[in-house]
């Protein structure tokens, strides 16, 4: 089943490039579909070649040819990925992952070899020409869903407490480089970066929190059986 025959959301669950020369490079991942009317949840392994028809001499066509070997064992090796991924099985996702950016001339058309680091989930399809300021490495984390409204208007279903693993590579700042969590509160309301350190006390923190939410469950319990009780005035 292709990429093409489904319309909802999919996820990548690996994937990974081979570098043939400058303007060709070989592609492919591994991407999770769910379940939809028509069409099953499956996991598919999609491959491309980017870039122009290139000539190759004979001598050319030697020295390049193991990078085609090099593309067929990723291509295996995402295969097994998505077979393990299919089948509820520990999936260890080919990384780092390697590529080229080639810079605005606002950076001077400088090209940098960029390595993801193992949390990156970022498909960086779209920032092979970005400013290297405006690159980010992330990764998605868990959030919960909670009706909420600022106005008079009915409350909707918004994210809150949504976690990402965030690096800025090339930021001025020296602590953006390094991975980093956030939290969004609720609509765009993001926490500070924080160390492994910081957010472990956050998560300590938010445990302690619950702990008391649930002490003042048991007061509005009270509350709504006094009411029901004929308590209330």
């Known amino acids: 089943m292709t990429a093409t025959s489904q319309q909802a959301e999919f996820t990548t669950i690996a994937k990974g490039e081979v570098i043939i020369a400058r303007d060709c490079v070989l592609e492919a991942e591994v991407n999770d579909w769910p379940a939809q009317p028509g069409f099953p949840a499956s996991v598919d392994v999609c491959a491309c070649v980017s870039g122009t028809i290139l000539q190759f001499s004979p001598e050319q066509v030697i020295a390049v040819a193991p990078k085609f070997t ?14 393990a991924h299919r089948d509820g099985d520990p999936v260890k996702v080919k990384l780092p992952r390697t590529w080229t950016l080639t ?121 709504v059986a006094e009411h029901h009780g004929g308590g209330a005035a």
Not at 139 to 163: C, F, I, N, R, W
Not at 190 to 210: K, N, R
């Open 70 to 83: 090099e593309f067929t064992a990723l291509l295996v090796e995402l295969a097994n990925q998505g077979i």
């Open 103 to 223: 810079a605005p001339a606002s950076y001077g058309h400088v090209k940098i070899t960029e390595t993801c680091l193992s949390f990156c989930r970022a498909d960086h399809t779209s920032d092979r020409n970005v400013h290297p300021m405006d690159l980010w490495h992330q990764q998605y984390g868990p959030s919960m869903t909670l009706a909420v409204t600022d106005t008079a208007e009915p409350p909707e279903p918004d994210k809150v407490l949504a976690v990402s693993i965030d690096q800025r590579p090339h930021d001025l700042d020296p602590a953006a480089r390094v991975p980093h969590a956030r939290v969004e509160v609720s609509g765009g309301v993001w926490s500070e970066a924080m160390t492994p350190d910081a957010f472990a006390a956050f998560i300590d923190q938010l445990a302690g929190h619950v702990e008391k939410l649930r002490e003042f469950h048991t007061v509005l319990a009270q509350a």
